[in-house]
């Protein structure tokens, strides 16, 4: 295993783009807003995807320019999922714009069809899901034999324009809205990232690449999905353990804040240790992912094995610390801890990543 030092600090280009991305979403993606459109069955919001993904060109931030991107990284694109995640902001930008396009970056992009849907996903006309399971991990089973057949909880894949389709054959595009093609929504945990279940019988679909090839390139797709998911888990754990620790500020029992009680002090000190452990983690992950590191498996492992528990403690916490005003609908920590939670399942469990680590370095458990 080749040794390399990663860049865990941001740069002031990405500062800066994380400002932009805050502003936004702080107007158009606020907390309460996300929850009148979960409420109303429509967590996406067209104008906010377009504000984002087109105007703001984050759609095509791992697009070579000259296939109409804007020729960023994953290191960029990390801290756009962080600010996704710290406002839990109901966007297909990790499966459309992560997933979807990285897989597609693993074709032949000068074949007229990759190139085309590339140029399409990162001008943010249209949008793509690769259809699996979101549970789904870089080493899982990925495909099929044939293109008909089903498939359950495919994350946006009631909203995608386009499917990513593995089998045995090829790696196909099918037209979401073609004959052929039945999606039933699902009713998902985190409701703010729709999963549907999907029926090919008879669809017609455009032949991308060979299996080999293909399976190469979904296996692309979902590693640079689980690293830079690290950075959405980094982003929801941020915002639950600083709107938490503003909340004992404030609360005040006995006539002092909640916060100054030595039991809650060192809670909230044992957190933020491992928040920042966790940045440290999802930074490894999307620097080695950026580099094209030989090291990216490890890192992208050590960063799922380690930031989706932390986002889900930070969440739990922040319910549990905001007392009765935590376990209400109104407030927004049920959604933290719902897309926390949600994500911990995402593109491999925790187990099978710390399985992985185990092996990558050598480490295999008892027999």
């Known amino acids: 295993m080749t040794e390399t030092t990663p860049d865990l600090l941001y740069s002031e280009a990405e500062e800066d783009l994380r400002a932009a991305v805050r502003s936004l979403l702080g107007d158009r993606a606020e907390p309460a807003s996300v929850l009148a459109r979960a409420e109303a069955g429509t967590p996406y919001e067209g104008p906010l ?180 998911l690290a950075s959405e888990q980094l982003g929801v754990a941020e915002w639950c353990l600083t709107s938490t620790v503003a909340y004992v500020r404030d609360r005040k029992q006995f006539n002092r804040p909640v916060g100054s009680f030595q039991a809650l002090k060192h809670r909230l000190a044992q957190l933020w240790l491992e928040v920042v452990s966790a940045r440290a983690a999802a930074r490894a992950a999307a620097d080695a992912l950026a580099t094209a590191s030989p090291d990216a498996p490890l890192s992208v492992a050590v960063a799922q094995a380690y930031c989706s528990g932390v986002a889900v403690r930070a969440a739990e916490e922040c319910v549990q610390l905001h007392g009765g005003i935590g376990m209400t609908w109104e407030h927004p920590a049920h959604l933290y801890l719902k897309r926390a939670k949600s994500a911990q399942l995402a593109l491999g469990s925790a187990g099978e990543y710390r399985a992985a680590v185990a092996e990558l370095v050598g480490l295999p458990g008892p027999s």
Not at 137 to 142: E, H, K, M, N, R
Not at 154 to 179: N, Q, S
Request: charged share 20%; proline share 6%.
């Open 49 to 228: 995807w377009h504000a984002l993904g087109a105007e703001m060109g984050l759609a095509g931030l791992l697009v070579p320019e000259k296939l109409g991107g804007q020729g960023a990284g994953h290191r960029e694109a990390a801290v756009v999922l962080e600010e996704i995640g710290r406002s839990v902001a109901p966007v297909p930008y990790l499966t459309s714009s992560v997933i979807a396009t990285e897989t597609l970056l693993g074709l032949d992009t000068e074949s007229p069809q990759v190139a085309s849907l590339l140029s399409e996903l990162a001008a943010g006309r249209r949008t793509a899901a690769l259809a699996l399971p979101f549970s789904c991990g870089p080493d899982s089973p990925q495909e099929r034999e044939e293109l008909d057949g089903t498939v359950s909880a495919v994350a946006d894949g009631a909203t995608a324009d386009v499917l990513l389709v593995p089998t045995g054959r090829g790696l196909y595009a099918v037209e979401a809205a073609g004959a052929g093609v039945a999606r039933e929504p699902l009713t998902p945990l985190d409701l703010t990232r729709p999963l549907a279940a999907l029926a090919f019988d008879g669809a017609g679909g455009t032949v991308l690449a060979d299996a080999g090839t293909g399976r190469a390139a979904v296996r692309r797709g979902l590693l640079a999905g689980a690293g830079l």
